[in-house]
């Protein structure tokens, strides 16, 4: 039973369930165009189907990651992100763009916790329920959340986890920027007056994408760095930017978070206010990751996040943001843990790309070398074939068939 009188989105949309088990619109709704790929999502409904643990540490789904859309579904760390909060006295959850389940699943799993989970897919939203199908208290709704009516004044906790750099591609409004807003707004309207929104999102001014790595929606490095020039309705923010959007949405309080090596697969979470030290000895464990191709800083990471702390700009420069806005500090203040929060790195069980073996290049003495070696080889091929036409033109003359045929009747090799 929900407390305080609370209805959920789909009784307040006046849902149907489908046979997944999937709330969703009586009539037909525009299409929702988003996926990780056909062959990805057959294979977790696979997966899905026969599992028996689906819990969000679970370690049989981890033995059937094989590649990077397996890890983002089912590694335990995704949940990482939330596991550095207090979410005592949190009851009920609206989940924005829920995906396949990993952190709706989490969700779920929290004592005393109603949990409103929408996604836009359909195709997804089912793999969210079969993530989610021994948690009754959880509700999974397929739908686009900008032609929806949400309950006003109903949540704990709002989340937008990878959503909000969608915000332009499923809206009506004129900007990437306006669309943005419009779903602050829409967060902001569902908490109750102590209410908290919860963001997770990749900066656009983060160290691995202006070391090269590729933007993680476009796999083009740099157009974070040149803010989008031909933005198709996905786009990340800097932390200044962010700071002026929260403000206009209406926020009197928000509290940053940064997930390393990102908000995917969080590793550590920390405050932006933690201390040196602390923070200094936790980032050598960090190791960035281009999801796209073969990347690495190596050993030198630790040394440019290093920098980055002593030089008291390591929040603009992390590669995620994890917001947490609010109109009221008191609720801000005990979700928060204003410390470092690290987790155990799980054994990958599967092979990251590597990049191709250099072509090695070869010092000048070493070309004028070959060269002098093929020009050789060149002049004596022309001597040998020269040989043999000489003998082939002399094997065919009168003078050598009459020494042949006397070699021949003295029995001698040679004259």
Known sequence: MMSRNSISVAAYNEFVENSQGVYQRSSDARDFNYSDGESSERMLDDILEVAQDLSSESTELQKHIVDWPTEYHLSSTRANLLRALNLDGVTRVLELGCGCGSITRYLGEQEGMRVDAIEGSPVRAALAKKRCRDLDNVEICSANFNDIELPKDEYDLVLFVGVTEYAGRFSSAETDEEALHDLLAMGKAACTENGVVLVAIENRLGMKYALGANEDHYAVPFIGLDNYPNSTGIKTYSKHDWLTYIRDAGFDNHSLLLPFPDYKI????????????????ALKEVTSRDYNRPFSLG??????WESLLQAGTLPEHSNSFLWLLGSGENALQKMVKKTCTSFDIPQLTYDLPSEPKPVEVMREQDVKLVEHLNAQITQLQTHSTNLENKVQLMSNSIGWRILNGLRRLLRKNTL
């Open 299 to 304: 050993e030198n990471e630790h040394r440019l």
């Open 266 to 281: 969080p590793h550590l979470v920390m405050h932006e206010s933690c201390d040196d030290e602390q923070v200094g000895n």
